[in-house]
């Protein structure tokens, strides 16, 4: 259906303009009565009964209104059912996630928290033992600098989507977002359970807890 502003053309289930947000002037007919019902309506006028939705998009190429909480195509400029701005919504995302803390900042935190641990800890050990610890032996390895199989990271993130909420859920094994509680943070948090010496199966039940999203 084309646009009477901006001269768009957009599939016809659509009753605002993806380009512009302008009505496109859709009547949507009522399931249960059958009566015509303005394009952005929800629920039929006359009935009260719920109208039909929109065409679910592909996994990946959708984003969510912060308005209605429709899913939109990523390059939609406004939202198709409510007709809300999508661009600005997501640029105000960014300018508030770049107001927190870095994620270096929050792992040097975590670094200096763990080797202040291990201090403490061999201070007691020496004290205990009343000798020095051999300093030849081979240094003392934290979960942090154990090597994890990259293959059972891949297993544990394939049972689940990013948790952000900001990228269309896509796929955890293969995204690489960095917002909060995203597949970076995600993925660091497999890692370390993972070094701690729990299997997969338990790290896909802990990871499920925490985050949610299992597919």
Known sequence: MRCNKCGLENPKQLKFCRNCGTSLGVHLKCPQCGSENPGDSLFCIVCGARLP????????????????????????????VCGEEMLRVQKGDRKQQSAGPSYKTIALVIGIIILAGISVKVGINFSKRGSLPNLTSEPVQTSTSVNVDEAKVIAVAKNFKCACGGCGELPLATCQCEMPRG??????FIREKLADGFTVEQVIEQLDKMYGHRV
């Open 183 to 188: 597949a970076v943070e995600e993925k660091r």
């Open 53 to 80: 939705v929109i065409q679910k998009l592909a996994k990946g190429t959708r984003r969510k209104c912060r308005n209605c909480g429709r899913f939109n195509e990523l390059e939609a400029n406004f939202c198709i």
